[in-house]
């Protein structure tokens, strides 16, 4: 599996793993490095899981990564479901459930996201999100 932030050479088929660390607040968001309406190539969301670098900050805090459309005034929807981490302890791993197959193709110049919610604290983990490289 080739371990890549940006992508831009990839070839259609190859699996790429985006992985990185993220530190929000409750109702913030992260782009993902190099995809901020800046997708290089386009790809399938086949999975995405959160490791833990802290404990939850709250009881009711989640994580979601969502998809952009790239547009100027940037619409997201939700790919996976909402990761509840709010106590979850340090070092554990928490797997999306569920994958939104309308939502999950990512096309060149387009956006990931993760959002945050949370009634308090700071989400402290690293994100992992493996893509399918797919044509054009």
Known sequence: MKKDLNPGGSTTGELVTLVED???AGGANKSLT???KSA???ARVLDFWVIQKAAGPAASSTLTLRHGD??????FTAISDSLAIGTVADKT???AGTLDDAQYVIEKGDSLNI???ASAGTHSARAVVLLQVLAD
Request: hydrophobic share 45%.
């Open 70 to 75: 790239g547009a100027g005034t940037e619409t």
């Open 93 to 95: 791993m928490v797997r």
């Open 40 to 42: 290089p190539v386009r």
């Open 115 to 117: 959002s945050a919610v």
């Open 22 to 24: 993220i530190s929000l």
């Open 34 to 36: 190099g995809w901020n």
